[in-house]
């Protein structure tokens, strides 16, 4: 098929042209079983009318792909990853004029209204040379342009950090004294980095771990949080005097179980809970009788409504508890994230802690996949980065003139 499409901007950024032709480019590519990986060959779509064609530079792998991989999830996409950034390598007619070839761009991989976009789960992600954009993102403006400044080191920490500052944002109106941040991956590191330009310079953190190995590379950062505990102490945690909110950044099959132990957490003021974690369809809680957790999280999506939606619920125990969960995040808290990574890029970038191409990214993806051990090459697994080599094709590429 013949579209339109624009110059792939490997050194320049010139006007858009309309080509012809067929190609490929490389991807990671999930086959028969959920961990059988393979770096193959995929064809090169020239984006048609409001269509992009994005070249990766550099993704990230989310907790959400390792469940993809672990076959946890049933979302259909052939190539996942949904975190990274890259740059307009073609345009399709009628798009913004803004989006043109060569620009640096962040995808919002959750449309907020159209759940038949989600990137990297029921669209092709990220960890590929080439990921064609819907007309329905783009005319949803949910491919921002960024400063050409933006460092790609720290790109992998762009959109777990708007998640945080979300999560964050959802806070700011109640007199948060304690934030306890349950899970120690990169969203739970991103929010307590974040915690105090959010919620004051007097705002205590708590980071809950459910591993050895992650409490030590806690102890041993720069930016740690001011408490830290292993998630079988966390029922003898007091927080002390005022409000505590309360972050379950953790994987789906670990959420109830967090939540269950922070309700029983003895309190002396208010309580917000925020349900970043995923839920398997039909999870309930005892201690939440009557509340539809799942229901809950899915009420606040990319960014709607606005102010946020907050139910307050009475437990089991008789407490009263506002809860609230969200999935994906608005444009503004990506662009939100940029800003801070570009303010202060030293507080953040230890988190992303291994890179490799996207021929090894593969066999630390099927380890992960594997087995819950996070320890790869000898240290703590918190961000792995995937860079991409620009302009690098098999075959005649279709957006590149010949």
């Not at 028969?32 to 393979?38: E, F, N, S």
């Not at 990220?126 to 819907?134: A, D, I, K, N």
Request: proline content about 8%; hydrophobic content about 45%.
């Amino acid at each position: 098929m013949n579209r339109a499409a624009g110059i792939d901007p490997v050194a320049t950024k010139p006007a858009a042209v309309s080509i012809s032709g067929t190609g490929t480019h490389r991807a990671i590519v999930r086959t028969a079983t959920a961990t059988a990986l393979a770096v193959a060959d995929r064809p090169t779509i020239i984006p048609g009318p409001g269509e992009l064609s994005i070249a990766t530079e550099v993704a990230g792998v989310c907790g959400t792909d390792i469940q993809l991989l672990r076959g946890l999830r049933a979302d259909p996409a052939t190539v996942i990853g949904h975190e990274g950034i890259g740059r307009i390598a073609a345009v399709g007619v009628g798009t913004d004029p803004e989006l043109t070839a060569g620009t640096l761009v962040v995808i919002n991989p959750t449309h907020p209204t159209e759940p038949s976009f989600l990137l990297g789960h029921n669209i092709d992600g990220l960890w590929q040379e080439r990921t064609l954009v819907p007309a329905t993102a783009v005319r949803g403006g949910l491919v921002l342009p960024l400063p050409a400044t933006t460092d790609p080191g720290l790109a992998p920490l762009l959109e777990p950090l708007a998640v945080a500052g979300y999560a964050l944002e959802a806070f700011a109106p109640f007199d948060v004294r304690t934030l306890v941040i349950i899970g120690d991956g990169t969203v739970g590191h991103l929010a307590v980095r974040a915690a105090r330009r959010r919620l004051g310079p007097a705002v205590r953190t708590v980071l809950v771990h459910h591993t050895p190995a992650g409490l030590r590379f806690s102890e041993a950062g720069r930016h740690r949080a001011d408490v830290l505990v292993d998630h079988g102490r966390l029922t003898d945690l007091r927080p002390g005097p005022g409000g505590v909110a309360v972050l379950l950044a953790t994987p789906r099959d670990a959420t109830i179980r967090a939540l269950d132990a922070v309700l029983a957490m003895p309190l002396d003021g208010g309580l917000v809970i925020d349900v970043v974690g995923g839920l398997p369809p039909g999870t309930r809680s005892a201690m939440l009788p009557g509340v539809d957790l799942v229901a809950l999280r899915a009420a606040n999506c990319g960014g709607l409504p606005d102010p946020i939606a907050i139910a307050s619920v009475t437990s089991a125990a008789g407490r009263r508890v506002r809860i609230l969960g969200h999935r994906g995040v608005a444009n503004r808290h990506l662009l939100d994230a940029a800003a801070e990574l570009a303010r202060d890029p030293e507080r953040y970038r230890e988190l992303v802690t291994h890179e490799t191409d996207l021929d090894g990214a593969v066999g630390v993806l099927r380890l992960l996949a594997r087995s819950r051990n996070r320890v790869v090459d000898g240290r703590r697994l918190v961000k792995l980065a995937i860079r991409f080599t620009a302009g690098r094709v098999a075959g005649r590429h279709p957006d590149v003139p010949r």
